[in-house]
């Protein structure tokens, strides 16, 4: 974990350049001028952050995402426009207004999407349209949102006959595997001394409500130990862990964007943005059942659960006892393609200020109380612990995790039930 830019850009120079900086990315606004006017055809565009027409979603996404309805020239007059939502996919989106107004001389507006697919199981499609607009304004066409449904899981044969043999013990998974819907919070430390993104510098309580978690029997199950992996949403932290992620890097305008990072090449190379729709999930695998206790065992060294092609890898020793979540993301997708294209790729992503996915939102250990360690007057550390009833079908959990230069420990507690 390199040092904080925070400690390098308290002089006034160092925050006049990074003004400047950010300054000189500024889109330029040389396309609107008048000797570069369009002069065709007026028409109306639908746009994503990345300038296409079309986005893939996670079927738990709750991201805004934010579409950009522009003119291709101004006009004298004010342009009201009426949209619309339409296909399978529709009652799975709410449009923030279906009508939106572009105040004369000026191009564009903006409406956001907000997904709220919790239901999903096939392949869903939604088209945004205009269906109203000012004479002579012509529509060069829809906006297309696929949503791509839950996972599926299915027992493979060996998995099977250890779920027969753990109920001719006693032991019931029946009522745990499958969907769960997770009930909880997230009480998140915040920071003092560091000036992250909006979203998550001040200390909060987030609600995690009716989150579909996806059970299934792990492939580190023997004979004698049943083993859950949660392999979709763990804990119904997806949301908010993106949120966390984001927080420390797209949304972090002081330190991601500093002078002498690599952060905005990563950026331009794999075509990410602050509002670039991205998916990200959170995975839990190696949770041991305990039934004659009803307890779970689910801490480990950090490196169990970080993938083995994981670029920026940290020693065994240098790993604290945490929650090893595995994550998911788009972001990590196409950083992975670049850096196997261009291997060179790797140092850029390496000089990004945080970009280490694992040890930002897993800083500290868990497996005792590091208050002191962490300099802070709050401490709020909880013992990990799991718990799980068979008979009802649910799951409990409660732990502590330290996100990089936070206040104290944040805490999470939640809750699932199997879903009938």
Known sequence: MKTSLYHRLRSIGAIGLFSLLLLSLLPSCAKDTPDNKYRGENKIQLRLPDGSRSVLIAATSTSPIKVTVRLTSRRTDAVTLQLNLTGEAASSLTLSSKTLTIPAGQLEGEVVIIPSAKGVTTQQQAKLSVTSAASGLMVEGDLTITISPFP???????????????????????????????EGSVDWAGFTDYDYGTDIRSKATWRISGATMLVELSDRATADQPVLKFSYNALGLNDIYKKLWDGYTVDNLLYFYAEGTSSLEVMKAINWTQSSAETFNVVLDNVRVNASTGTLAFTGKRLSGM???????????????????????????????KIAAEPTFKETVESAEGMELYSILSHTGIDEDRTAELDVTEGHYVKPEGKIDLKKGTL?????????????????????????
């Open 152 to 182: 599926v899981w299915t027992p493979t044969a060996a998995q099977q006959a250890l779920i027969d043999g753990y109920r001719a013990k006693g032991i019931d998974l029946s009522t745990i595997l499958g969907y769960h819907t997770v």
């Open 307 to 337: 993938p083995a092609t994981y670029p920026l890898r940290e020693d065994e020793s240098d790993s604290p006892i945490v929650v090893p979540f595995t994550y998911e993301s788009s972001v990590w997708t196409r950083v992975m393609a």
């Open 396 to 420: 409990s959990f409660t732990f502590p995790f330290h996100g990089y230069n936070s206040d104290y420990y944040s805490v999470v507690k939640v809750t699932s039930q199997q879903r009938k």
